[in-house]
C-alpha cells in the first residue's frame, strides 16, 4: 500500500504551476479588459489543477504498465516503483479526470457558453491518450505540441474567453509565453530521459532531435516569454516588471547549456516550472494594476 505522501508524491507537485500560471494571466487579461469574474476563474483554476493530477496519474499508470519507468531517474513514480496496484492508479486519474469535469460543467452552465462541453471534452480526452490507450500520441512525438496548445492557448485563452467572450491581444501574448515555458519543461524532461525512452520504445521530440537540437530548442522556448514580455510592456509599461523572472529561469538554462544530464536535469524541471509561475503571478498583477 502507498502511502499518502507517497500518493501526494504521485500527483507531482512541481509539475502544478503549468496549471496554475496560466489561469492567472487568462484571469488578469480577463481583468485587464474589465472582464473578470471571480467565481468563473476559481472555477477555471479547479478544471485546470484536476487536469494537471488526472493527467500525472495517467501518466504514472500508463507508463507504469508498459514499463517505461523501469529505469528512469526522475520523479518517484507510484506504480513502477510497485508502491501501488495499477488499478488503483488509474481509478485516482479518473476520478481526478471527473473533478475536472464536473468544475468544467458548472462552469459552461454559469456562463452560458455551452460549446465549450467539447473543448473541455478534447482536454479530458488529450489528458488520458498522452499516454493511455493502444496508440499514444506521446510516444510519437506529439507530447510537446499538445503540452504547448493546452497549457497554453487552451488554458490562457479559454480562461479569458469564458469570462468575457473575447480574444485580446495580449491574452493572446500571454498563452505563447505559457506554452513556451510548459513545452520548456516538457522539453527538459525529454532530455532527461532520453536514453531511457529510445530503450523503452518512446518517441519524443527529445529522442527525435537529439541531444544538442533538444538543448538550443529549451534555450529559445524559455526565452520567448521574456520577448512577449517587452512587447507588452509596449501598452503596460509595468509588465516589464516580467523580467524579474529571468534570473530564476537562467538557472535551469546555464544547465541545459553547459550539458547537464540525468539527474543534474532535474532542477531545470523546478527552476522552469518557479519562472513560470514567477512571470505568471508578475505578469497577471501588473496587469490587474495597469
Not at 495517467?58 to 507508463?63: E, F, G, I, L
Request: hydrophobic share 50%; charged share 10%.
Amino acid at each position: 500500500m502507498a502511502t499518502v505522501a507517497q500518493w501526494i508524491s504521485g500527483t507531482r507537485p512541481r509539475t502544478l504551476p503549468n496549471s496554475i500560471a496560466p489561469v492567472l494571466v487568462g484571469a488578469g487579461a480577463a481583468h485587464h479588459i474589465d472582464g473578470f469574474d471571480p467565481t468563473f476563474a476559481v472555477l477555471a483554476l479547479v478544471v485546470a489543477v484536476a487536469l494537471q493530477i488526472g493527467v500525472n496519474y495517467a501518466n504514472d499508470y500508463s507508463d507504469g504498465i508498459r514499463g517505461t519507468d523501469a529505469h528512469r531517474v526522475g520523479p518517484f513514480r507510484l506504480v513502477g516503483s510497485g508502491a501501488a496496484n495499477p488499478g488503483s492508479v488509474r481509478t485516482a486519474a479518473f476520478a481526478a479526470l471527473g473533478v475536472a469535469a464536473v468544475a468544467g460543467l458548472v462552469l459552461v452552465v454559469l456562463s452560458g457558453r455551452w460549446w465549450m462541453v467539447a473543448f473541455g471534452a478534447v482536454c479530458i480526452a488529450a489528458a488520458w491518450f498522452y499516454t493511455g490507450g493502444r496508440k499514444p500520441y506521446g510516444y510519437s512525438g506529439l507530447g510537446e505540441l499538445a503540452v504547448f496548445l493546452f497549457f497554453g492557448p487552451a488554458a490562457v485563452l479559454g480562461t479569458l474567453y469564458v469570462q468575457t467572450g473575447e480574444i485580446t491581444g495580449i491574452g493572446i501574448g500571454g498563452a505563447v509565453a505559457m506554452g513556451s515555458f510548459s513545452t520548456g519543461v516538457m522539453i527538459a524532461n525529454s532530455l532527461r530521459d532520453i536514453p531511457t525512452d529510445l530503450q523503452a520504445g518512446k518517441r519524443t521530440l527529445a529522442t527525435t532531435l537529439g541531444d544538442k537540437d533538444s538543448r538550443r530548442l529549451y534555450l529559445a522556448l524559455v526565452a520567448i516569454p521574456f520577448v512577449i514580455t517587452l512587447a507588452i510592456g509596449l501598452r503596460v509599461p509595468l509588465a516589464l516588471l516580467g523580467l524579474l523572472a529571468l534570473p530564476v529561469v537562467f538557472l535551469g538554462a546555464r544547465r541545459v547549456a553547459k550539458g547537464a544530464k540525468g539527474r543534474d536535469l532535474i532542477p531545470v524541471l523546478q527552476t522552469t516550472g518557479l519562472a513560470m509561475l514567477a512571470w505568471g503571478v508578475i505578469t497577471t498583477i501588473t496587469l490587474v494594476l495597469d
